[in-house]
């Protein structure tokens, strides 16, 4: 009897150690289940490498003949005709200061001039009031462009506006007395100025730039060909060739030269191929430039130089030369989720190959949708609904995908939304 009883104690006791196992591990699972979901977002992005090279043109530095004081007379990237003049050089500083007085006297007349010929009421007033903060917007954004060239001029535009608005309620009365005093006086000092200035002209037709860096005569078209890693790495401006007077550009194209690993340069070729190029300045330039593989230089030491063409915007580039730049083949867009989110299951056939797609909360369930990958990321994919998916089980933007899960299953009841991973 005894024996009965002790071994009853006993099987009672391991049923009780059993069933407190079983519920303690249970309950562990529960609260350290990895359960967690994130949301289906629409992604698109842009394939792209980075370059760090310089932009090429046709171009020559005007010659000063040795003349210290030189000023240019065009803007910017202005296109000038054959024999058009682009800058002066004075012969002494008392020239150059000549010339400062004569601006200066330009100026003052046409304030008044406009005094004279324009009403004085409030109408004239607020118009101008209106030239002149649509000048300090343009002003701003060529300080925000780094665009020194044009704020320069917007800000002797300015000046000019605001010495108009001054004089527009001003009595008229002896306004012509005064211009006509000035404009003796401007004969006069334009007069003195042809004898000590001399004009420099445009021998061919192109735009003017106000900056040389040395690279005019050593970075050119012509000699893109025999350019090659080495010698692109040894590139030295000619410091003498420098000229105060500026350069002219000529054609319509620019270049754009880097180097780049051969396994960059054979992607770039098959992108080339099919896809249109961007090229894309990180600073200075606010546009996309579109370019075409112009030419692939000879291999050294794995690299190779490789040059790309714009044949527009010319004028927007004459200050380029050493440039750092993404050059974007194209865009994907498609539906990202995280890599760890993709499942592989069985298939359906003996003999046929393994469905992949991801598991989504429907309702209280989770349910297999299968999708297409068309891009691995670092840490995403981006997908498409397979095109056997029905449409209750295509995956959609804004779809709650399940990223990690233990014993996952279609139909498996799961507990809503977990923990929204990143």
């Known amino acids: 009897m005894n024996t009965r009883r002790w071994a009853f104690r006993i099987l009672l006791g391991l049923l009780v150690l059993l069933s407190s196992a079983y519920f303690g591990i249970q309950t562990y699972r529960y609260f350290n289940d990895p359960f967690s979901t994130t949301v289906v977002w629409l992604y698109r992005f842009e394939e792209s490498v980075e370059l760090n090279g310089v932009v090429v043109r046709e171009e020559a530095a005007l010659s000063a003949d040795d003349g210290t004081f030189v000023r240019s007379g065009r803007g910017e990237g202005e296109r000038v005709s054959v024999h058009g003049t682009v800058a002066q050089v004075y012969a002494d500083e008392a020239a150059l200061g000549m010339q400062t007085e004569t601006d200066a006297v330009e100026r003052r007349l046409e304030q008044l001039r406009y005094a004279r010929d324009t009403a004085t009421g409030a109408e004239v007033s607020s118009r101008m009031d209106g030239e002149i903060f649509e000048t300090l917007l343009q002003y701003r954004a060529a300080l925000s462009a780094d665009r020194l060239d044009r704020a320069r001029e917007q800000g002797a535009q300015l000046r000019t506006m605001i010495l108009k608005r001054d004089y527009s309620p001003a009595d008229l009365d002896n306004l012509d007395m005064e211009i006509g005093e000035l404009e003796s006086a401007l004969e006069s000092l334009r007069k003195r100025a042809e004898r000590e200035v001399r004009k420099i002209t445009a021998s061919r037709s192109g735009l003017y730039s106000s900056v040389t860096d040395g690279y005019e005569a050593i970075l050119t078209p012509a000699t893109l060909p025999q350019l090659t890693p080495s010698a692109f790495a040894a590139l030295d401006p000619d410091e003498q060739a420098i000229s105060p007077a500026g350069k002219m ?85 498609g539906l990202r989720v995280p890599r760890e989110a993709l499942r592989l299951l069985d298939p359906v056939d003996e003999g046929g190959e393994k469905r992949q797609g991801l598991y989504c909360v429907m309702g209280t369930e989770a349910r297999f949708k299968p999708v297409e990958v068309f891009y691995t990321g670092e840490d995403f994919l981006l997908v498409r609904a397979a095109p056997e998916a029905s449409d209750i089980l295509r995956l959609r933007a804004g779809d709650e995908v399940i990223v990690r899960a233990r014993d996952l299953y279609d139909g498996k009841i799961v507990s809503g939304l977990g923990d929204v991973a990143r």
Do not use: H
């Not at 714009?310 to 030369?321: A, F």
């Open 249 to 333: 550009v000529y054609g319509d194209s620019w270049y754009y030269a880097a180097v780049l690993p051969m396994e960059s340069v054979e992607e770039l070729r098959t992108r080339a191929a099919t896809a249109s190029l961007i090229l894309r300045f990180t600073r200075g330039l606010d546009r996309d430039f579109p370019v075409d593989l112009y030419m692939v230089g000879g291999e050294e030491n794995g690299r190779a130089v490789v040059v790309l063409r714009c044949k527009e915007y010319l004028s927007d580039v004459t200050l380029l030369r050493r440039q750092k730049a993404s050059l974007v083949f194209g865009s994907r867009e």
